[in-house]
């Protein structure tokens, strides 16, 4: 139990272009996800935290009208990464947190997204 | 603002050898602490986790120390094999559910 999915894995896309990650709880409801961003050999940088039916909250230094993010559903939140640029070539990974588990966090597969 | 600082950033052992990874948080109101491993590519796995509330907690070759007084907790992890060879993160979360990740530990266990 308690499986996270990202769609796609891996993306690659033009400078301008904007890019859409799928995050998914198959296999309980999420009421809180969240989004991490990771450079190579770097930590994992939290960049939002998204709320089912509310807007999302967002760290320090992200700026969100760049990264979108909507939480329709307990089971799908999305990222989208809007006028992509090469400095937003990242690897995105999304977490899911079920309540009955506490504070334990889910994270998904992730998305490598090149912005060449 | 919150903060985890966590060392060291690169670890060689032998096989067979203990590692200890340590890690200092700043937000007094952190109560619970994982341990992710991280392969190349792949998403963070928990090894193991502790909450405030507990001093020390183990499974298997790996355990994990909390002293919150000192705002440390540490992982252990004996007779290290080849395949324990990974990055390792601590983390803290507060009752908010944010988590803040340490810096990372590189760990290297040759055969």
């Known amino acids: 139990g308690a499986v996270v999915s990202q769609h796609p894995s891996r993306v690659i896309c033009k400078s301008g272009t904007s890019v859409k990650i799928e995050c998914r709880s198959l296999d309980f409801q999420a009421t809180t996800m969240f989004w991490y961003r990771q450079f190579p050999k770097q930590s994992l940088m939290l960049m939002a935290t998204?709320?089912?039916?509310?807007?999302?909250?967002?760290e320090q230094g992200v700026e969100k009208d760049k990264f979108l993010i909507n939480h329709a559903s307990l089971t799908l939140s999305t990222l989208t990464v809007t006028s992509a640029h090469p400095e937003d070539s990242s690897f995105y990974i999304c977490?899911?947190?079920?309540?009955?588990?506490?504070?334990?966090?889910?994270f998904g597969p992730g998305t490598r997204l090149t912005v060449l | 603002g919150e903060n985890v600082e966590q060392h060291p950033s690169t670890l060689s052992v032998q096989e067979g050898d203990s590692a200890v990874i340590k890690c200092t948080y700043s937000?007094?109101?952190?109560?619970?602490f994982p341990w992710y491993k991280q392969e190349l590519g792949k998403r963070p796995q928990l090894i193991i986790d502790?909450?405030?509330?507990?001093g020390e907690k183990k499974d298997q070759r790996i355990a994990v120390t909390l002293n919150k007084t000192a705002k440390h907790f540490s992982l252990h992890i004996t007779e290290t094999q080849p395949e324990d060879s990974a990055v390792y993160f601590c983390a803290s979360i507060t009752g908010g559910f944010k988590t803040i990740f340490g810096a990372g530990t590189r760990l290297f266990v040759k055969a």
């Open positions: 502790i909450r405030s509330n507990v």
């Open positions: 998204s709320n089912e039916g509310s807007k999302a909250t967002y």
């Open positions: 937000d007094s109101a952190s109560n619970y």
């Open positions: 977490s899911a947190r079920e309540p009955a588990r506490g504070n334990e966090q889910f």
